[in-house]
């Protein structure tokens, strides 16, 4: 679509000035006709200051209407730069100096942090027109009239997390967001009897594109909260007559979680299907879903340089496929060898490239990163994943998320989702942790429903299903996972989160039922191990696995204990026996049958 945002917005103030476009939950109401002239108030107060397409205004807000409003007024006439509310001065000096920011939004009265900031850096200030009727106070009249983007002007910038390195700034046109919004619409094929709830940060494309610009495109209403809450989310659904809501799987997680204390009966909910994105849906969670509401869960995956949606799984009748996130949504997706240079055929797993209308072309100001992001033309998301038969996408996790131990690579996700099948498991998040001699370690954060449950427990379940180096050498129990400000977990950090990222293996065997060596026999098993893991206190109870053992140093002190011993100790043995103690008894056990057998 060459459209632009206040050409849509006019148009359904033409055909349904009365419809409502904009609700909350404490009474805000806003029909098209009224957004309308909200926009075209914005952006005259955008011209009157002097600025205009391409011009950068950032704008904190807190969640809701407002923001909603003013996210479509500015991106309508220039650039729209949200930041999130609850950053420090540090950070909004940043964030402000790094987007070169013209003016900054915000609410008109007291004082904050950021006006604290926006004075240091000499940025102006324009204050938030935006109230709670269709009809606008009247201010001074304008000296300027608006002047609106057109498709090839740039609608929004957003910073990526930059968990790994330097934020980069993702710049989008006014065709990229619509075309997705369009997409997405096209997808959950929404109408103007639709009503969307918004429980996502408008800081983040999720909620900006896929909660807001689809429904405004489709000319439905969306119900604009503050925030997520678990506790009021049931009542919202009731009371807003929502057809539907997008999430991150942790909101999802927490809907399910406080579903025993919610009075609201799931029969007099108007839901017709619920989607999920930003990170990958737990199995067992869209399973949850479904039989708790009686609607079909639609998983898609997006990302902010595709202004959100990429693939998508379709409504019913169509195929859903369980663990996909479904097929390409208007946009070209292909999986390329990870060193860029080959395409992959169907069902052999790569990285996940794509191009298309809604993805740029490139980031700003960043040559680095654009000689890293683009080949061929095509964008690299950084994605593994794989193409089924059907075009049905899989994705098997992230490039810089996968755990490297000792050259044995694990996937994060893997590990999660096999976790999530054990029944005291409620959340799971697997991440690595630093490791003297194999580099990095797998290590995995847990909420439980069943406190009894042990981390032996759960380490025995993984070893029951995936092989031994992928079980978590550490189970730490939380009462809730640590998530970024758009509810996504980050499993890039989170060891130096939870204060685990200069733990050092030889501090962590430090306890007080450290037994040494008992007898001959245990203490040549004892130097062996020493000499394989390089380690120098080991107690004839620590397990060889957590102390950094695997498949490969398990064959080479096998070998040591048959060149060595004269005892022919096997690959199963060891591992069944896995403390110097237990391996102890096995080659004194294995001695005397060759002692019984020369008599």
């Known amino acids: 679509m060459r459209a632009t945002i206040e050409q849509i917005l006019n148009t359904h103030k033409s055909q349904s000035p009365d419809a409502l476009a904009i609700t909350a939950p404490d009474g805000f109401a806003l029909t098209y006709a009224g957004l309308h002239r909200h926009v075209v108030a914005i952006a005259t107060q955008i011209a009157d200051a002097g600025y205009g397409s391409n011009d950068r205004i950032a704008c904190i807000l807190p969640n809701g209407p ?14 729209f730069a949200p930041l999130n509310p609850a950053y420090t001065e540090s950070e909004l000096e940043y964030y402000l100096t790094d987007l070169a920011a013209s003016a900054i939004v915000m609410a008109p009265n007291g004082d904050s942090p950021s006006r604290t900031v926006a004075r240091k850096l000499k940025i102006p200030v324009i204050d938030s027109v935006v109230n709670s009727g269709d009809e606008l106070e ?13 498709p090839d002007d740039i609608a929004l910038v957003l910073h990526t997390s930059g968990t790994t390195s330097k934020p980069k700034i993702v710049p989008l046109k006014v065709q990229n ?17 639709d009503i969307c709830l918004n429980v996502m940060p408008l800081f983040h494309i999720h909620g900006l594109c896929a909660a807001i610009l689809a429904t405004i495109t489709s000319g439905g209403t969306v119900v604009c909260t503050e925030g997520f809450s678990a506790a009021h989310f049931m009542d919202w659904l009731l ?23 919610v009075q609201t009966p799931t029969n007099e909910i108007k839901l017709r299907f619920i989607r999920s994105s930003s990170a990958p849906l737990p199995p067992n969670v869209m399973q949850g879903l479904e039989e708790y509401f009686d609607v079909p869960v639609i998983e898609a995956y997006g ?17 859903r496929k369980a663990g996909s996130v479904g097929i390409a949504s208007h946009i070209d997706v292909a999986i390329m060898s990870i060193e860029g ?8 797993p790569g990285e996940i490239v794509i191009k298309g209308s809604s993805v740029i072309t490139a980031y700003s100001n960043n040559q680095q990163a654009n000689r890293d992001a683009f080949v061929q033309k095509w964008f690299r998301t950084g994605d593994l994943g794989y193409l089924d038969s059907d075009g049905y996408l899989f994705i098997t996790g992230r490039i810089k998320e996968i755990i490297n131990r000792g050259g044995e690579k694990i996937s994060p996700r893997e590990v999660e989702e096999t976790l999530l099948h054990h029944p005291a498991v409620r959340q799971v998040v697997a991440f690595a942790i630093p490791h003297e001699t194999l580099g990095e370690e797998i290590a995995v954060a847990v909420v439980v429903q069943d406190k009894n449950v042990s981390s032996k427990e759960l380490q025995k379940f993984v070893d029951l299903h995936l092989a031994q180096f992928k079980v978590p050498r550490q189970v730490i129990f939380l009462d809730e996972i640590p998530k970024g400000p758009t509810g996504k977990v980050q499993r890039i950090g989170l060891a130096e989160k939870l204060g685990l990222d200069e733990i050092r293996v030889e501090e962590q065997r430090k306890d007080d039922n450290y037994i040494a060596p008992r007898n001959p026999v245990e203490e040549r098993i004892v130097e062996i191990w020493q000499e394989v893991l390089g380690i120098r206190q080991i107690s004839v109870h ?58």
């Open 542 to 599: 620590h397990r060889f696995l957590d102390l950094g053992g695997d498949s490969l140093s398990a064959m080479r002190l096998v070998s040591l204990i048959r060149d060595r011993h004269d005892i022919e100790l096997s690959l199963i043995d060891f591992f069944d026996a896995g403390t110097v103690a237990e391996q102890a008894h096995i080659m004194q056990e294995l001695l005397l049958q060759e002692i019984d057998n020369s008599v």
């Open 66 to 79: 407002e923001l909603a409003i003013t996210f479509l007024g500015i991106s309508s006439c220039a650039t």
């Open 177 to 193: 967001l619509l075309d997705s919004a369009e997409n997405i619409a096209k997808t959950l094929r929404l109408n103007s009897a």
């Open 239 to 261: 009371l807003q007559r929502a057809t539907w809501y997008t999430a991150v799987p942790s909101m999802h997680q927490s809907i399910l979680a406080h579903k025993s204390s």
């Open 341 to 348: 240079e080959d395409f992959l055929p169907m069902n052999e």
């Open 138 to 150: 009247q201010g001074t009249p304008a000296n300027r009239l608006p002047v609106f983007s057109d």
């Open 303 to 319: 990302m902010t340089e595709a202004a959100h949606q990429m693939t998508s799984n379709p409504l019913p009748p169509l195929e």
